[in-house]
C-alpha cells in the first residue's frame, strides 16, 4: 500500500524555523529516492530537497544552507528541517518518493510516483 503522511506545517514569522516530517509506508519508502517539493500559489510545484538510498543530498538553491533533508530508516519517515525562514518559503509542502539515477535528479518531480496530500507552511514578515 503506498502511503505518505506529511506533519509539522503551520504558521511562523519571518526568521523562525520549522520541521516537517513524512511517515511513509513501506512500499513508499522502499523507493530510491525521497524529496520535499512545494508549491506557492499560483507556481509550479518546485523541488526543494531530495536524499537517496545511500544518503546523498541534494537542494534547490534558494534553500541551501536553510533547510536540511533527513530520514529514520527505522521509523520510515523523512523530515525536512526548516531554518531561517523567509515570506516566499510560504507554499504547500509535499513530500514524494521515487527513482532516479542520480539524486539530482529527485528534485524534479516526473521522477516520483507516491506523492502525500501536503501540509501547509505560512511565513509571516
Known amino acids: 500500500q503506498v502511503q505518505l503522511q506529511e506533519s509539522g506545517g503551520g504558521s511562523v514569522e519571518a526568521g523562525g524555523s520549522m520541521r516537517l516530517s513524512c511517515a511513509a509506508s513501506?512500499?513508499?519508502?522502499?523507493?530510491?529516492?525521497m524529496g520535499w517539493f512545494r508549491q506557492a500559489p499560483g507556481k509550479k510545484r518546485e523541488g526543494v530537497a531530495a536524499i537517496d538510498d545511500d544518503g546523498n543530498l541534494s537542494y534547490d538553491d534558494s534553500v541551501k544552507g536553510r533547510f536540511t533533508i533527513s530520514k529514520d530508516d527505522a521509523k520510515r519517515t523523512l523530515y525536512l528541517q526548516m531554518d531561517s525562514l523567509k515570506p516566499e518559503d510560504t507554499a504547500m509542502y509535499y513530500c514524494?518518493?521515487?527513482?532516479?539515477?542520480?539524486?539530482?535528479?529527485?528534485?524534479?518531480?516526473?521522477?516520483?510516483?507516491?506523492w502525500g496530500q501536503g501540509t501547509q507552511v505560512t511565513v509571516s514578515s
Open positions: 513501506a512500499d513508499s519508502y522502499s523507493n530510491w529516492c
Open positions: 514524494a518518493t521515487g527513482d532516479a539515477v542520480t539524486v539530482g535528479l529527485c528534485l524534479q518531480e516526473r521522477f516520483h510516483s507516491d
